[in-house]
């Protein structure tokens, strides 16, 4: 079988996974995440659902009370509550891990760094400035990495649900319990999933066990150290929960975390799933499937083109270096091969995990672009966890606003009508990651200590800042690795990037979401647009890619753009 | 009054993240550890390759099979260049881009080297045999790259290339279920396998 047509069978396989999966679990999320008393809409036949026992005891320990909703202000309060005191607690624990258990010997980490990682792993970005294997004790693994895998998902689903709600309900202004919603999506979705792929990546190879390594003794006589540790736990929810930060230095391409094609692939299916079951999740929870599938559809579009001029890009080998190999094979495994990367990459730049089972950086210059071009798409095809999600639905709401001016009349998405202040959060939400990127790349390479850092020159040198700004910016956490990213300036600078990239948007969509539960129910009318037909999913299509385009092309041309044409 | 609501946020955020930390931090992966050592012991080790009672290498985990010095051995299947030299310590590519000054230079030097200690064209050499992986730790090889160096092993070790190829053949994996990921060889069990199989020779 030619490598192309194995490439295609891999994808459908995903496919035909996915549109499996999507159904059953979208509809569970949404049965889920139905807790307020009244129906959420007409056509809606969900009914609100109980407390398991153990919920109860968790909300007992956390002292909530758990059948009280929370106006907007109030939801938002305890997401960022929640985060910062993650953030420092995160912090502590590094600082701290070599007078604890479980420290394989690994000393304090320095302070810079434990502030990056910190907000790195809080924010759902897991970019990593360190190497796991000669920084991370087990316990700091396990009781800090991980544990911010979950919960920083379950942030992401509860924002997302919350502002599915300000569509779904009318004249309230109640959106839900924070600290309900956090507790089922950790209980009911993300722990059952865990477990059920940390048990499938053990068979297929993943080590679990808490080992500080073994020294053996290899056939040339020489030493070689085999790391352990407990991968397989922490690998299931960092592709899950869109995370992506590796318990190894190497990420996925690591023989211990992608002991093989098959287990590289699931892993992929792993960091698609959630993503892409949410938009149905969507359209039961605002009474119509048909809204969600439209959302989903979006995504699925731009994810098909995407990896389709990938593979193209990657199958060619581009670049001086890789053509005088004769193939894109720098940073790449032969167990995996050229589809499953690039399928991989795709995969990971397109949900805000930044997993990568081959080495974007050495990408060639076309696929280099096209992975960053992923992440410029603002995380929505399909996004992380959650966020990606609530990104689309933004971004609906801008079309629609956009298709109103067409035809001059009040925009209205799902019977909300979108008045100034709600296009004004709309507005804002877009802004923010742009301004991000671009503000930070152009401070990191206008002052030489931005600059010292590059390992690469000329137009890759550039690619490699603006790759890492927009993988911060957009709480990806994948890189251009060659960019020595464990400095001061870029420990800080990155830093301050994925906090404010994760929780300015936030802030934007939990007021709009709170926006829109005030309000009642528009009548459709003649005149209202159909936002579940094809029309739709191509102007919102449009949107996302003009809006991209407009604002990154520039610096693409001056990176990627150039040194592909080069 | 604000002070005092976010206040008792901060209380709830703090023993929410107390109990995930117990939950999700300790129980979790500590009963899944338990799960794997029942369910299948020596994959979640590592899938540790011993032989006579002492770790060799793990079957997933590539080593370099070079001298003291760093050059290959003749008698032994290479496996592809490394960003950190089979370090298990120090996992990683070289990050390198595709139109690296730095880059150009080593894959060119690779492919001459490769060439003339296998003896064969240089345009007969393939991309594994001249890239780092991205690991640092890629077990395997192309089918084509061991192909090449059939020939070389069975004059080192004067055996049968016939017996060799045998061997090789036996350590390749085509694409899981016949279309997921490309086909590949297994170099560290193969180069055991050879060494099990001609002791005597060598």
């Known amino acids: 079988m030619s490598s192309t047509a194995a490439g295609w069978l891999q994808a459908a396989l995903l496919v035909v996974a996915l549109v499996a999966v999507h159904k059953p679990l979208g509809d569970w999320m949404a049965r889920v995440f139905t807790t307020d008393p009244v129906p959420e809409g007409p056509k809606s036949r969900l009914r609100p659902v109980g407390h398991w026992r153990v919920e109860r005891l968790v909300h007992r320990a956390v002292g909530v009370d758990a059948d009280t909703e929370q106006r907007w202000p109030v939801y938002l309060r305890s997401v960022l509550a929640f985060s910062l005191v993650s953030v420092l607690a995160l912090y502590l624990l590094q600082r701290v891990q070599q007078w604890l258990p479980l420290d394989n010997e690994m000393a304090a980490v320095e302070p810079g760094s434990a502030w990056n990682t910190a907000v790195s792993f809080v924010t759902n970005t897991n970019w990593q400035g360190y190497s796991g294997e000669s920084t991370m004790g087990h316990l700091v693994q396990m009781a800090g990495l991980a544990v911010q895998n979950f919960v920083s998902a379950g942030v992401g689903i509860a924002v997302a649900v919350a502002l599915v709600r300000g569509f779904a309900r009318s004249g309230t202004d109640r959106l839900g319990n924070f600290w309900v919603d956090l507790t089922r999506a950790l209980t009911r979705v993300l722990l059952p999933l865990a477990v059920v792929a940390t048990v499938v990546l053990v068979l297929g190879g993943v080590v679990q066990n808490l080992s500080s390594g073994t020294d053996a003794n290899t056939l040339v006589g020489a030493t070689q150290f085999l790391p352990g540790g407990p991968v397989a736990s922490q690998e299931a929810i960092k592709e899950l929960g869109t995370n992506g930060g590796g318990f190894y230095n190497a990420n996925s391409a690591h023989p211990f975390e992608g002991p093989s094609a098959w287990v590289s692939l699931f892993q992929v299916f792993l960091l698609l799933v959630i993503p892409f079951s949410l938009p149905r999740t969507f359209g039961r929870m605002v009474g119509d499937r048909r809204q969600g599938l439209a959302i989903v559809g979006v995504m699925a579009g731009l994810a098909t083109a995407s990896l389709a001029l990938t593979s193209w890009a990657q199958a060619r080998a581009g670049g001086a270096a890789l053509q005088l190999a004769g193939a894109a094979t720098e940073g790449q495994e032969v167990r995996f091969g050229g589809p499953l990367s690039a399928l991989f990459g795709t995969a990971t730049t397109l949900t805000s995990t930044g997993a990568v089972n081959s080495m974007h950086d050495s990408y060639t210059p076309t696929g280099g672009m096209l992975v960053l071009a992923n992440m410029m798409l603002g995380e929505v095809a399909p996004g992380g966890v959650g966020s990606g999600l609530y990104g689309m639905l933004v971004l609906a709401v801008v079309a629609v606003f956009v298709a109103g001016l067409m035809v001059g009349r009040t925009p209205e998405y799902l019977g909300k009508k979108l008045g100034r202040r709600e296009m004004t959060l709309a507005s804002l939400y877009v802004l923010v990651t742009p301004v991000l990127v671009l503000t930070g790349t152009a401070v990191a390479v206008a002052t030489d200590t931005g600059l010292g850092s590059l390992l690469n020159s000329g137009s890759h040198g550039l690619s490699e800042v603006l790759y890492a700004f927009t993988s911060a910016s957009n709480n990806n956490g994948s890189a251009f690795a060659g960019l020595s990213a464990n400095t001061p300036f870029y420990n800080t600078a990155l830093g301050l990037a994925m906090a404010f990239g994760r929780f300015l948007p936030i802030v934007l969509v939990v007021a709009l979401a709170g926006r829109l539960a005030t309000q009642g129910k528009a009548p459709v009318t003649a005149g209202t647009l159909p936002t579940h037909q094809p029309l739709f999913v191509g102007l919102l299509g449009a949107v996302v890619l003009v809006v991209v385009g407009l604002t990154y092309f520039p610096a693409l041309a001056l990176g990627p753009l150039a040194e592909a044409l080069a | ?202």
């Open chain 2, 1 to 202: 009054m604000s002070a005092l609501r976010s206040g008792r946020q901060l209380v709830a955020a703090v023993r929410a993240l107390l109990v995930a930390t117990v939950v999700l931090g300790l129980a979790y992966p500590l009963v899944m550890t338990g799960v794997a050592q029942l369910i299948a012991p020596a994959r979640a080790d590592g899938s540790l390759v011993s032989v006579d009672g002492s770790v060799v290498g793990s079957s997933l985990i590539g080593q370099s099979f070079t001298d003291e010095d760093g050059d290959p051995l003749p008698e032994y299947f290479q496996t592809r260049p490394s960003a950190s030299d089979y370090d298990g310590a120090a996992s990683g590519g070289s990050n390198l881009g595709p139109n690296s000054e730095e880059l150009i230079a080593a894959v060119g030097e690779r492919r001459a080297d490769v060439a003339a200690f296998i003896g064969v064209a240089e345009s007969e050499v393939p991309a594994d045999a001249v890239t780092a992986s991205g690991s640092g730790l890629d077990p395997d090889i192309s089918p084509e790259y061991a192909a090449l160096q059939v020939r070389r092993v069975a004059e080192a070790r004067g055996v049968p290339v016939d017996d060799v190829q045998a061997l090789v053949t036996e350590h390749t994996d085509g694409r899981d279920l016949g279309f997921i990921g490309a086909p590949h060889v297994r170099v560290l069990e193969l180069n055991l396998a050879l060494d099990q199989r001609f002791d005597a020779e060598s």
